[in-house]
Nanobody, 125 residues
Framework: QVQLVESGGGSVQAGGSLRLSCAAS????????MAWFRQAPGKEREFVAR????????YSEEDVKGRFTASRDTAKNSIFLQMNTLRPEDTAVYHC??????????????????WGQGTQVTVFS
């Protein structure tokens, strides 16, 4: 089992920045791929970024690439999402997800076994 706890959400004016953190713990925490997803009210959960056990990253190409940066601290079993130039449309609950490491990353939420409760990000204009 893996437990995930997100932090760092909040309210920020458009153009501002936030840094989300996700700490993983549990017996199965070794060698896990991790990812960020978000869900806005009335919308489906969508992929934001993922970072594999080896450090390989990928981002949603639609609108976050170039503004968001995912990173991880393997020693602390944590990942981070630095979000810059935030827009009102980035408003959502951001969830951290994890799965046991496999070859190649994935953007499919169904491939992730473990989920955090989420942290609210609100961007106002």
């Amino acid at each position: 089992q893996v437990q995930l706890v997100e932090s760092g959400g909040g309210s920020v004016q458009a153009g501002g920045s936030l840094r989300l953190s996700c700490a993983a713990s549990g017996r199965a925490v070794n060698r896990i791929d991790m990812a960020w997803f978000r869900q806005a009210p009335g919308k489906e959960r969508e992929f934001v970024a993922r970072i594999t056990w080896s450090g390989s990253t990928a981002y949603s190409e639609e609108d976050v690439k170039g503004r968001f940066t995912a990173s991880r601290d393997t020693a602390k079993n944590s990942i981070f999402l630095q979000m810059n130039t935030l827009r009102p449309e980035d408003t959502a609950v951001y969830h951290c997800a994890a799965r046991q490491a496999k070859v190649g990353g994935t953007r499919n939420p169904a491939e992730y076994n473990y989920w955090g409760q989420g942290t609210q990000v609100t961007v106002f204009s």
